[in-house]
């Protein structure tokens, strides 16, 4: 691919994601970075359902609803929130970068995570309910265990990549070596995870309950 022809983020992000995001540095967040950060929020739902098993409890349409609603909204703060962690590891680390250019190495870096919801909703309209709980029942059909187990593979596969490719933007972006940035990203996963368990304390603690409504219920 020369370098003088225009980038197409969504698919070079891939394989070529440093040029990708250099492209993008100088660029203001746009509608596409919210987008790609709802939709991962989405499938971040999707994944925490069936950890939880909530297709024993609840129905496909229930999951899906509850996903979309609070998972889009989850997904572009958290985006916000991570790109200003990200943004203060870095400047200790000794790299520089906006916020603005951390948003876009989160959102853009997190095109994997958008084809696994792709793969989360495929799956949920051919397998029901037996998408979202961690063993499937006995009278399940070997050709839906077959599906399931490939499509939790491939969105663990694409999980990894969705880390490298952050990893990678992250160094590109904060002039830092790669070994370097996977520390910063690390620390910041971190971070924003204490973050967001505080966070659900301190509603549970001001309106008990509440965290329950989030969870799809028969």
């Not at 739902?45 to 909204?73: D, K, M, P, T, W």
Request: proline share 4%; net charge positive; charged share 10%.
């Amino acid at each position: 691919m020369s370098t003088t022809e225009p980038i197409r983020p969504l698919k070079d992000v891939w394989l070529r994601p440093r040029r990708v995001f250099r492209e993008l540095a100088a660029r203001p967040v746009g509608i596409a970075d919210y987008l790609l950060a709802a939709a991962q929020g989405i499938g971040n739902f999707l994944a925490l359902s069936r950890a939880q098993g909530a297709g024993a409890r609840s129905s496909v349409a229930e999951i899906l609803a509850n996903s979309f609603a609070y998972g889009a909204i989850a997904g572009v703060a958290g985006l916000f929130l991570m790109a200003v962690v990200y943004g203060r590891l870095a400047a200790r680390a000794g790299g520089k970068s906006t916020t603005t250019q951390v948003i876009h190495v989160l959102a853009y870096g997190g095109v994997p995570m958008v084809a696994s919801l792709a793969l989360w909703v495929l799956t949920a309209l051919l397998a029901g309910e037996a998408t979202f709980v961690e063993t499937p029942r006995p009278d399940v059909e070997g050709f839906l265990v077959l599906l399931l187990h490939l499509q939790f593979t491939a969105y663990v596969l694409l999980l990894i990549w969705s880390v490298v490719l952050q990893v990678m933007g992250l160094s590109e972006i904060q002039g830092l070596a790669t070994r370097k940035s996977f520390g910063v990203w690390v620390l910041g996963q971190l971070i924003g995870f204490l973050a967001s368990l505080f966070l659900a304390l301190l509603i549970e603690t001001l309106f008990p309950g509440a965290l329950l409504h989030l969870l799809p219920r028969n």
